[in-house]
């Protein structure tokens, strides 16, 4: 049953709707909206409240053709509807629409399409509810076994003799003629035995005539070989092992003034305090977007020079090589811009976009070109430019912003610090990062508390012991370290963090956790529990930039676990933020931001860039869109 079906503009005028029953599913069709259209994610159904909201997008008149029924009817004839719909909707109003008529009249313009919309409904019911042609089976006397009579069932001994007679002087063929004598059995055992040591003999010359010549040509090779073994293992030497002025940064035991050797921590704390004193106050306020690079098509260029380019050079391998073949006066059509899509498939792919976000993005662009009218190379070049732009701007802007400074002062103004869990899979810079954002916490004059819950790993409790020494020394009394040693319940040692930065005043908690792999089960419930028992703030998924499809698996996997181990009555708390890591190993490989971001629609909060403390960047979008299309 159709509950709604409507026509109505980009722009949210509505043009024409049937409704089966009073209410119009306002809240559906906004969901659609804000979720899909607006996110241009290019989805076949989109489910509400027991609702299934279809929908096909007419890109030359703007118009949006949607319909909405109960999801547990199968409507299988949804999309022809559509289809239907759109054409005869298309046939009848639009020299209206490209007139201005409907701006001068209005809705009511339409109202006469009540009449053509019930035609195709009802031969659309009546061709879903018409019997399926049914293929029968042959009748006895349509086979084989019907034409074959008595006679031919009866078995003839005679007539079989004679038949395989016959068979056996058709298949009989005429000895070779030969002037040998027959052979005995014996005969025949003693040419079997003659042909074997002939066979034999000739292994054994074929043998010997390999080792002659494998002597001569390996001799010096194993002569060299036993030399060098004999010699014993060499030292390896290590190519771009430092510098020598290095050394002095390196030694520890060089002699202090009285001429003792000076090991103690305070003298290497001292070191690194004065190595790293220039990076204080580079991070104070926002932090800074990561370097944008040049645009795929440059500013100053017109789309005319940049045709001419094209054309003077077929060897070019860029994806909008591709738009050659879309050059014509027409309106495209699906069969035009399949090649160009997968083509751009192909240069996202290759960039670290997981395969899913990749195809979906395609899709949504074809879907955005699908009935745009083109004139020239540079109208096209122009529109899918835009298109393309578009939909990698709003995929990478997040739904909302996180903003942390002023998160902290109206936590500060509750009288409570500000929690953040940072969680992930292995090896991907989880603590290191940690020491970074509490840099650049330190830098906006927060004091920070760090909960060390990594309390799997061997050396992750002096990892977070060091940094905390290093940050002191850069910005004294900034930064305390709570710690439990090994073995200990992750999610008490955070509640018990919390609890003494109430006590101490402290502005902000961050709580490392131990790298859990994405399907280890024991581990994904203990950080669901964690973030279960003490309700962060905040919940940062760190992620290497380094990754294509693992990027989605992780993540999905992550949430998923998050989900299945909240309370039953709870709405689940899933990650809220994504800090990418190692971002300047990339190059323009950038297509784990767009993954990351497409899979959980929740904001790149930072973006490591380096390996001092203040190389910690926000994301630029720009910088990354450009970056994939170049």
């Known amino acids: 049953m159709i509950e709604l079906f409507t026509i109505f503009g980009k722009g ?13 599913f306002k809240g559906a069709v906004n969901d659609l909206i804000a979720n899909v259209l607006l996110q241009e994610r290019n989805v076949t159904s989109f489910p509400h409240d027991g609702m299934t909201v279809k929908y096909k997008l007419d890109n030359e008149l703007d118009i949006v053709i949607l319909v909405v029924y109960q999801s547990i009817i199968q409507l299988a004839y949804a999309d022809k509807l559509l289809s239907e719909v759109q054409l005869r909707f298309r046939d009848l109003y639009k020299n209206a629409i490209e007139s201005g008529l409907l701006l001068s009249s209005g809705p009511k313009v339409f109202k006469n399409f009540d009449g053509e919309y019930n035609r195709i409904l009802k031969s659309m019911k009546a061709a879903a509810n018409k019997p399926a042609d049914i293929v029968k089976p042959r009748t006895f006397q349509e086979s084989a076994k019907s034409k074959k009579t008595v006679a031919s069932l009866i078995e003839n001994p005679k007539a079989a003799e004679k038949e395989k007679e016959n068979n056996k002087s058709k298949a009989a063929v005429p000895p070779p003629k030969t002037t040998s004598p027959p052979t005995s059995p014996q005969s025949e055992r003693s040419n079997a035995q003659s042909d074997e040591d002939e066979e034999v003999a000739r292994n054994l010359e074929k043998l010997r005539k390999r080792a002659a010549g494998g002597d001569k040509a390996t001799s010096p090779k194993v002569t060299k070989e ?8 060499q030292p390896r030497k290590w190519e771009n092992g430092g510098k020598a002025s290095d050394a002095a940064v390196l030694d520890y035991s060089s002699p202090n003034q009285n001429g003792d050797i000076d090991t103690t921590t305070e003298s290497r704390e001292d070191n690194f305090a004065e190595q790293h004193r220039h990076l204080i106050g580079k991070c104070a306020g926002e932090l800074q977007g990561i370097d944008e690079q040049e645009d795929f098509l440059p500013e100053d260029e017109s789309e005319e020079e940049y045709e001419s380019t094209v054309q003077a050079a077929p060897q070019q391998k860029s994806w909008f090589s591709a738009f050659k073949s879309l050059v014509s006066n027409k309106q495209l059509t699906a069969a035009d811009i399949a090649p160009v899509m997968e083509k751009m498939k192909d240069t996202l792919t290759s960039k670290n976009v997981a395969a899913e976000p990749a195809e979906k ?19 096209v070049a122009t529109i899918v430019k835009e298109a393309m732009r578009e939909s990698l701007v709003q995929l990478l802007t997040p739904k909302r912003r996180v903003d942390i400074l002023r998160d902290i002062k109206q936590a500060k103004s509750e009288k409570r ?9 292995n090896g991907v810079g989880k603590s290191t990062n940690l020491a970074k954002i509490t840099f650049w916490l330190n830098e906006n004059n927060n004091r920070v508390l760090i909960a060390a819950g990594d309390t799997f790993r061997a050396g992750a409790v002096e990892q977070l ?3 905390t020494r290093h940050l002191n020394n850069l910005h004294p009394n900034s930064v305390q370290l ?3 040693g090994y073995g200990k319940d992750p999610a008490g040692l955070a509640a018990s963090a919390i609890q003494i930065a109430i006590e101490r005043q402290i502005d902000v908690v961050l709580v490392d956790t131990a790298g859990r792999m994405q399907d280890n089960e024991p581990l994904m419930r203990a950080l669901s529990k964690l973030i279960r ?12 930039a380094l990754v294509g499809n693992e990027a989605v698996d992780q993540l999905v996997k992550f949430n998923q676990a998050l989900a299945d181990h909240s309370d039953r009555d709870a709405t689940p708390r899933l990650i809220d933020g994504i800090v990418l890591t ?11 931001a767009v993954s990351m971001t497409y899979i959980t629609g929740q904001p790149i909060v930072f973006v490591g860039t380096g390996q001092t403390y203040s190389d910690l960047k926000s994301l630029n979008v720009n910088a990354v869109v450009n970056s994939l299309l170049k």
């Open 226 to 233: 036993k030399a060098a073994a004999k010699k014993g293992k």
């Open 582 to 592: 190692k971002f300047d190993t990339i190059d323009d490989k950038v297509g784990a």
């Open 417 to 425: 610090p500000y929690v953040v869990v940072f969680c992930g899979v």
């Open 533 to 544: 028992v003490n309700e962060p703030d905040l919940v940062l998924f760190v992620g290497e």
């Open 465 to 467: 012991r060091t940094h």
């Open 482 to 484: 709570y710690e439990q």
């Open 361 to 379: 993005i395609c899709e949504s662009v074809a879907a955005k070109l699908d009935g745009k009218v083109i004139g020239s190379f540079s109208r």
């Open 12 to 24: 949210g005028l509505v043009l024409w709707y049937f409704s089966e029953g009073g209410n119009l």
